[in-house]
T-cell receptor, first 115, second 113 residues
Framework: EAGVTQFPSHSVIEKGQTVTLRCDPISGHDNLYWYRRVMGKEIKFLLHFVKESKQDESGMPNNRFLAERTGGTYSTLKVQPAELEDSGVYFC?????????????FGPGTRLTVT | DAKTTQPNSMESNEEEPVHLPCNHSTISGTDYIHWYRQLPSQGPEYVIHGLTSNVNNRMASLAIAEDRKSSTLILHRATLRDAAVYYCIPVGFSGGSNYKLTFGKGTLLTVNP
């Protein structure tokens, strides 16, 4: 079984540009999460999908961030326009079933550097 | 979300047992206690979870205090590959139905050869 994959592994862009991060969850996992760690801070929740529906986007920092999950498979997280404070590592995680007793499987992350 | 307290860092020698403590005195009665770890340059990795009883799996053991206000992750024989940041995270219905993970600072475990 393939794990959670993320693309790209590293992205360097200039302030004001647009970047799109992609996450492919484990096949069959309806729940998909985005998290991020900015420099020196803890890993923070961004949002949660169940299939193609956003269940909770309370962690999204502002309207420059747009997440989609068309068809309930892979997800994209677009940052437009990127700001310096968006630099960090963005993690995607997936979970098959609902409930607090099921683990999340994380991807390796995308390191975003905004210059 | 329940607040957790973990030591900033711990050190162990290879092949020796490691006991990683976590205080979660405000945990809800229905919250599960999850442990994740993050190896260098990787995404977090699930380790183990439990509710009330002690739990064992191939990676570790989890000892939960009777009052559930604390727990201890036990690595029976630390290896160099176990060097990571370990996070104790309560997950439950009290945090909403999305069961998101709320990461703290965790414990940085160093394993000496």
């Amino acid at each position: 079984e393939a794990g959670v994959t993320q693309f790209p592994s590293h992205s360097v862009i200039e302030k004001g540009q647009t970047v799109t991060l992609r996450c492919d969850p484990i096949s069959g996992h309806d729940n998909l999460y985005w998290y991020r760690r900015v420099m020196g801070k803890e890993i923070k929740f961004l949002l949660h999908f169940v299939k193609e529906s956003k269940q909770d986007e309370s962690g999204m920092p502002n309207n420059r961030f747009l997440a989609e999950r068309t068809g309930g498979t892979y997800s994209t997280l677009k940052v437009q326009p990127a700001e310096l404070e968006d630099s960090g590592v963005y993690f995607c995680a997936s979970r098959r079933l609902d409930g607090p007793f099921y683990e999340q499987y994380f991807g390796p992350g995308t390191r975003l550097t905004v210059t | 979300d329940a607040k957790t307290t973990q030591p900033n860092s711990m050190e162990s020698n290879e092949e020796e047992p490691v006991h990683l403590p976590c205080n979660h005195s405000t945990i809800s009665g229905t919250d599960y206690i999850h442990w994740y770890r993050q190896l260098p340059s990787q995404g977090p990795e699930y380790v183990i979870h439990g509710l009330t009883s002690n739990v064992n799996n191939r990676m570790a053991s989890l000892a939960i205090a009777e009052d559930r206000k604390s727990s201890t992750l036990i690595l029976h024989r630390a290896t160099l590959r176990d060097a990571a940041v370990y996070y104790c995270i309560p997950v439950g219905f009290s945090g909403g139905s999305n069961y998101k993970l709320t990461f703290g600072k965790g414990t940085l475990l160093t394993v000496n050869p």
